[in-house]
């Protein structure tokens, strides 16, 4: 029997490697099986000298009671008498080290709240007795003190590793010896039910021995990239994946894992979901290079760059606590992480009246942002976009132009052939920009980019990134972003009914790039600009306002990122930069082939 460091009721705990795991809604019986999960082995003398997270002793709460940590969050009686350990190093006497470390950093409060159930469970460091040589850790991410740990966990395991103390995965070939002889003793034996079948892990996951899966939305993913940016992690010694919790989950979907956990229940009967949901990612699963991006969205002196929706958020969406000082930002910019794609317009103008009434579950959101669209649709109108943006810019270098409908009608009024640049120009006037980095979005299977059979002629005199001979495959790890635009209501509504060609393809826009917006002296209103005309000149100012959109006149732009939606008041620019490539593991069997690992191969053939 192994003592571990946690009491309740003052009287210790004893885990045994063959103890039972239950789930927390299980008894123990007399004729339980032997769960497929097992608590690490903790006998052994670790190779540092303090244990990463605390064990202290603490008395059991009352079910009804609610406690707070160190610094003042709320905690559930189940955080307080979680078994937490330390990070196994050594062999014991009973098993060897693990060699594979897998932290999930889970959002509770993402979607319909299932990632409460594994910050719940009584234990946080596992082994899965199908995969004893992965060591499995569960952390919060809304709880300061746990992150950290979690933090401090990698760090200790990235030390190891960079100096060659983590032992090497074992070959497949050595695997499938060990599962072959494993199942001939066990067919053998008068016990069938002895020892549980080992499995095998594919080549990928094989590649590398820390393993970081966000657990939660969109949102979520990029919370945990921060956060491992922050602690200047090596981002090359790391796997990325994830458990899809919130509601569109567009980076889950692109590896092939699903909208949505198979089962309702994350846990299971004695764990059961919770280790066919790791196996599989473990087990059939492929690697592949994502591209990140930095986003820098900027308003001009006086205006502002703020997250939509109220100031203090309690659905856990948006995991602020990952995020820089924002005291130390000057408040007309904001810097954030992008993996999936950015909307400028309608995606970021219906979300705003969607963050200020989110649920507390999927469905209940989506029921939501469909009221919110609805609202657009059968009430109000989109501005135009390109009475905001003014061009699209590389390195000081002009890549597009996007005159304004009156500078067209300008242009139209005065019969001029000629043309007002040698740039290439938008021709319409779209109430949304998309720009893409994964051939996914809206939490649906669509490939805009690659299904799209018209537009050509939302841009003329193309040439460069908007000419399309110069275009090639999208891949969301060439270092380009594709933009494309959604030209009026009517391809929205089609958007809507999941109709898939139809937007139009702008450009592929090379890292670094820039989308430039007008001044604000270009919205004054037209009442402030002919103060000392006559009445008749006011007055037809005056109407002339009245037409004018809201948001046109407030020159407001909204933005949604990832899943996260945004309000720039008097925006100046929004810079696409390449900051970081990633390695993911993405589903490849014989059923399904996530798209990112399909572009991976693909890439890896063209180099060939």
């Not at 709320?74 to 190093?89: E, G, Y």
């Not at 198979?262 to 690697?287: F, M, Q, V, Y």
Request: glycine share 6%; charged share 25%; aromatic share 8%.
């Amino acid at each position: 029997m192994i003592q571990t460091s946690t009491s309740f009721n003052n009287n210790p705990i004893y885990i045994s490697k063959e103890d039972e795991i239950l789930d927390s809604n299980q008894a123990r019986s007399e004729d339980s099986t032997v769960s497929p999960v097992k608590v690490q082995d903790f006998g052994g003398n670790n190779n540092i000298h303090t244990h990463l997270s605390s064990g202290e002793s603490i008395p059991t709460p009352s079910t009804d009671s609610q406690y707070s940590d160190p610094n003042g969050h709320t905690m559930r009686p189940t955080d307080q008498f979680k078994t937490r350990n330390s990070v196994k190093l050594d062999d014991t006497s009973t098993e060897g080290r693990p060699s594979v470390y897998l932290f999930i950093f889970v959002n509770p409060l993402s979607g319909d709240k299932k990632g409460s159930d594994l910050v719940e469970l009584p234990i946080q460091h596992f082994r899965l007795r199908k995969f004893p040589q992965v060591q499995v850790e569960i952390h919060n991410i809304l709880n300061d003190e746990d992150r950290a740990n979690g933090v401090k966990n990698i760090q200790l395991v990235e030390s190891k590793v960079t100096s060659g103390q983590i032992p090497p995965n074992p070959s497949r070939e050595r695997n499938n010896s060990k599962s072959s002889s494993s199942q001939s003793s066990s067919s053998s034996s008068s016990s069938s039910s002895s020892k549980p079948e080992l499995g095998i892990l594919s080549d990928a996951v094989q590649q590398r021995q820390i393993h970081v899966w966000s657990a939660g939305g969109d949102g979520t993913v990029m919370s945990v990239f921060e956060l491992l940016v922050a602690h200047k992690i090596n981002l090359d010694l790391v796997y990325f994946s994830c458990i899809p919790f919130g509601t569109g989950n567009d980076f889950s979907q692109v590896l092939g894992w699903g909208r949505t956990i198979p089962d309702k229940n994350i846990l299971g009967h004695k764990l059961t979901n919770l280790e066919e949901l790791i196996a599989d990612r473990l087990e059939k699963s492929e690697a592949a290079r994502l591209d990140i991006w930095q986003i820098t969205m900027a308003s001009y002196p006086g205006g502002f760059v703020r997250q939509a929706g109220p100031k203090e958020r309690k659905d856990g969406h948006d995991v602020t606590e990952v995020k820089e000082d924002n005291s130390k930002n000057i408040p007309t910019s904001l810097v954030k992480k992008m993996s999936n794609y950015m909307s400028i317009g309608v995606q970021g103008f219906v979300g705003s009246g969607f963050e200020a009434h989110r649920a507390g579950n999927r469905l209940a959101n989506m029921m939501v942002y469909a009221h919110e669209s609805s609202k657009w649709v059968f009430w109000r109108r989109f501005p135009d976009l390109t009475r905001f943006i003014k061009n699209i810019s590389q390195k000081d270098q002009i890549l597009l132009e996007c005159p304004s409908p009156e500078e067209k009608r300008e242009k139209k009024r005065s019969h001029s052939t000629a043309r007002t640049s040698d740039y290439p120009e938008m021709t319409n006037d779209p109430i949304d920009f998309v720009i893409q980095n994964i051939p996914h979005i809206w939490g649906r299977e669509v490939d805009l980019w690659g299904e799209a059979t018209s537009g050509l002629e939302s841009v003329s005199n193309r040439s460069g990134c908007t000419d399309p001979d110069t275009w090639k495959p999208q891949r969301a790890n060439d270092g380009r972003l594709e933009v494309m635009t959604i030209e009026n209501m009517t391809s929205y509504l089609k958007k809507l009914a999941n109709i898939r060609d139809h937007v139009s393809r702008i450009g592929q826009f090379d890292s670094p790039f820039e989308i430039n917006f007008r001044e604000p002296e270009q919205h004054m209103k037209e009442i402030d600009r002919v103060k000392d005309a006559s009445l008749w000149t006011k007055t037809k100012a005056h109407l002339k306002d009245k037409a004018r959109h809201k948001y046109e006149v407030e020159n407001l732009v909204c933005v949604m990122c990832d899943g996260e939606f945004y309000e720039m008041k008097d925006p100046k620019s929004i810079s696409f930069n390449r900051f970081a490539q990633i390695w993911t593991l993405g589903r490849n069997d014989d059923t399904n082939q996530g798209r990112l690992v399909a572009d991976e191969l693909n890439a890896q053939h063209d180099n060939a």
